[in-house]
């Protein structure tokens, strides 16, 4: 049984890493080492192969696989915009409910290695994750994460950095980090919106330009503090098609801001994490997300389009997609709660092991998300979602 996940073009390999699955990784090892005898380098190939073997390898163990999950905060204080911060107060109580209750913080890396090597066990590992760079990571995240001996990963603009902006930590800050366990990693060089075309810019040109940008800011990650990890994290969380494509042919996986836990039906170029701040992270919401669990997906795709992979980039013309969810039974399917950014819950409709969702309206122009989620039992949450990004209809993004 060969299952698609409707993202990314992995269809060949798939091929390849499921008969690897079957074949007890015979297979699997034989494409590594051919790979790499090769001289591609060796761990670019080794996480890309990874995540496509558990990506298969997870359906067929249903939940078998533990599920990682990837926390996102951005500042650390009480006194930055609220939205994006989360108090230091409750920032240490997450930790310490991570450590109560067991959890295993690890790198981000090691997180995506031993996505495969936990096979058949229920570890409950976490990554920490913030966004930006800010000064508050290093004055008020990093002395409880280094209390308690903990790795994270700081998602940096590299521009601030080199420009010594306010509220932003320094290179000399997160070289420190990163002797103590940080992961620093690529968030662009500016923060801009990746998937915005400029006036008059062709694809070729656009493609030039953010592969240039990406580019630059691992180089400069790399000189500042000799880590080159080519994981991004997609400012504002915001890709498309042409976006994962490039960040595929570049060997890089990316990281969006669409919730829920590392699951099968996730391209290693559109992964998830919980983002945190503003209304989010209250003690019981945090303790629901990270014990969540990849809801057992086995393709997503709209309904206008079952055979094409979807793109989060939806066309001016349509700012009502058609989600159709596959899942494992008919008995989950009719488990599957949804909910649409600004409409609150959704209908779904139920056909089998088929759920389709059906929005009452259009999703707003900008971000917006649909959440879907089922009881897994013993007070956990199986989770997806998929996020969509539009402009309106006069092709124009709403201002920030
Ligand atoms: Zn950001």
């Known amino acids: 049984m060969l299952i698609r996940a409707n993202y990314g073009k992995r269809e060949s390999i798939s091929v390849v890493i499921m008969m690897a699955y079957k074949l007890n990784t015979v297979i699997f090892v034989g494409v590594f080492v051919e790979k790499w005898k090769k001289g591609k380098e060796m761990w670019r190939t ?18 078998s696989l533990q599920a990682a999950v990837v926390l996102q ?4 204080s009480d006194e930055t915009p609220a939205s994006t911060s989360t108090s230091p107060t409750l920032f240490r109580e997450h930790m310490a409910y991570l450590a109560q209750e067991g959890y295993e913080v690890v790198a981000l890396p090691e997180l995506l290695a031993s996505y495969v090597s936990t096979e058949g066990q229920r570890l409950k590992q976490v990554a920490i994750t913030f966004d930006d760079g800010y000064e508050s990571v290093y004055t008020k995240a990093y002395p409880e994460l280094r209390k308690r001996g903990w790795p994270f990963t700081v998602f940096v603009n590299t521009k601030p950095l080199d420009e010594h ?20 990693a690529n968030h662009t060089t500016s923060h801009d919106h990746l998937i915005r075309r400029l006036d008059g810019e062709t694809e070729h040109k656009w493609r030039q330009r953010v592969k240039e940008d990406l580019v630059l800011a691992e180089k400069r990650i790399k000189q500042e503090t000799g880590q080159s990890h080519r994981i991004l994290a997609y400012p504002f969380g915001e890709y498309d098609l042409s976006l994962m494509k490039l960040l595929e042919s570049l060997g890089f996986v990316g990281f969006g801001q669409h919730s829920g836990p590392l699951g099968s039906i996730h391209s290693p170029q559109a992964l998830p994490r919980f983002p945190f701040g503003g209304h989010y992270g209250g003690i019981s919401d945090f303790a629901q997300k990270v014990s969540s669990l990849p809801m057992p997906v086995e393709s997503v795709s709209l309904k206008a389009a079952p055979d094409t992979d979807i793109d989060p980039l939806l066309p001016i013309t349509d700012s009502r997609p058609s989600l159709v969810l596959t899942v494992e039974s008919e008995a989950l399917a009719k488990g599957i709660n949804c ?7 959704v209908q779904t409709q139920v056909d089998n092991h088929q759920v389709d969702v059906v929005l009452t309206g259009a999703l707003p122009a900008g971000r917006s998300r649909i959440n879907c989620t089922a009881a897994a039992g013993k007070g956990r949450f199986y989770w997806f979602s998929q996020p969509f990004f539009r402009p309106n209809e006069q092709g124009e993004w709403p201002p920030e």
């Open 46 to 63: 080794a996480i890309n192969l990874i995540l496509k073997w558990s990506i298969c390898g997870c359906l067929l163990m249903g939940n």
């Open 73 to 76: 905060y951005h500042h650390v």
């Open 165 to 184: 902006w306010k509220g932003f930590a320094s290179w000399k800050q997160l070289r420190e980090m990163a002797a103590n366990g940080a992961t620093i």
């Open 339 to 345: 909910f649409a950014s600004g409409q609150g819950r």
